[in-house]
């Protein structure tokens, strides 16, 4: 199904009637989708959905909230599983940055979000009020965080670029800046065979690493052809991506890995094939974890300044919630690419 095309006065506030419109459904359906029933179908949902975001609707507060009361906590709202949550130090540092930026002010709520009913029980605790705005962070595709502002009304600020183009305000790094500048590096170097392990092709941040690397090849002269794996961001999957690459291209003299715990992974997958790091294969990861300088030989890697990330995320969504957000819904941080033992 595709949504009609709209008939609705633009220049009205949407209401749930226009919505309900342009999704080409009743407004007891559109009702439904917005308050996170499980009684419609996926196609009336999908409907739904496109047309609240073309639309821009917001859903007026609940008249049950007294008028008295405040929203005292923000919602950090994490869309990963528990498994990575916990062994990804990336989630740590950025709730860091947020808690040090909120510190003597509202309290932060953590809420991981790995499936579908756990989305529906976040949206619930979002949408009863305790809620003074929401940080969303590791968004995929398939997360419908923009509905979040939409059917609550209230402030949200995303942890990275979305892949949706969603208007909402992000904070993120200059992941392709980064991924280009360790391309260049490594191609100064010498090294003409470059591969890389990409995260997942349903975020933004795989995404835009990936698109870094192959404008770095292209700028470099070089071939990016069959020199490209996937991970998702564990350990384990740098390795088996390692040993994909090496599998494919048995030439290969340098990668970039789109994480320092891919990147560990890789070096394990080096060590198993008997190549020596950088001589036979320099290696390069992104983040600049703790772990980079812990793993032998030291990590070199693309540092973005994660903590920094949550603390201007956090300082923009206390804006937008005082009703003075920033100019700019895009604000990118600079990285860096550290130098050690590893390329």
């Known amino acids: 199904m595709t949504v009609q095309e709209p008939v609705v006065d633009q220049e009205a506030v949407p209401t749930l009637a226009h919505v309900a419109k342009l999704a080409g459904v009743s407004p007891a359906t559109a009702s439904r989708v917005i308050n996170g029933s499980a009684r419609v179908s996926h196609g009336a949902r999908t409907q739904v959905e496109e047309a609240v975001r073309r639309l821009g ?16 906590s923000i919602a ?5 599983d528990s498994e ?41 605790y979002v949408r009863g009020g305790d809620a003074a705005g929401v940080l969303q962070i590791g968004m995929h595709s398939n997360h419908p965080f923009a509905l979040l502002h939409a059917t609550t009304g209230i402030p949200v600020v995303l942890a990275g670029r979305p892949a949706s183009g969603t208007p909402l305000p992000y904070v993120d790094a200059d992941n392709r800046g980064g991924s280009r500048a360790a391309v260049e590096y490594l191609a100064r170097s010498g090294r ?26 292209g700028e470099a002269g070089l071939l990016a052809n069959g020199l490209v794996a996937y991970g998702d961001f564990r350990q384990a999957s740098g390795e088996h991506a390692m040993n994909h690459l090496l599998d494919r291209r048995p030439d290969l003299d340098a990668v970039l890995v789109a994480s320092d715990l891919m990147a ?18 320099a290696v390069i990861g992104f983040d600049d974890a703790p772990l980079a300088q812990q793993v032998r030989p030291r990590l070199t890697t693309v540092r973005q300044p994660i903590e920094d990330m949550g603390a201007r995320m956090a300082a923009e969504l206390l804006r937008r919630i005082a009703g003075k957000p920033s100019p700019d819904n895009k604000i990118i941080l600079k990285t860096k690419l550290i130098i050690r033992d590893s390329a």
Do not use: H, K, N
């Open 57 to 72: 609707y917001v859903r007026r507060p609940a008249a049950s909230t007294p008028p008295g009361r405040r929203r005292r």
């Open 76 to 80: 950090a709202v994490i869309c990963e």
């Open 84 to 124: 990575r949550i916990f062994t990804d130090p990336f989630f740590a540092r950025l709730l860091w940055g947020v808690r040090r930026e909120l510190d003597g002010g509202p309290q932060l709520v953590v809420l991981m979000v790995g499936r579908a009913e756990e989305w529906r029980a976040v949206a619930d």
């Open 192 to 217: 003409r065979v470059i591969g890389t392990i990409a995260g997942p092709p349903d975020m933004s941040v795989g995404i835009d690493r990936l698109e870094g690397f192959r404008a770095g090849m």
């Open 264 to 281: 560990v992974g890789a070096l394990r997958a080096l060590r198993r094939a008997g190549r020596r790091v950088p001589e036979d294969v």
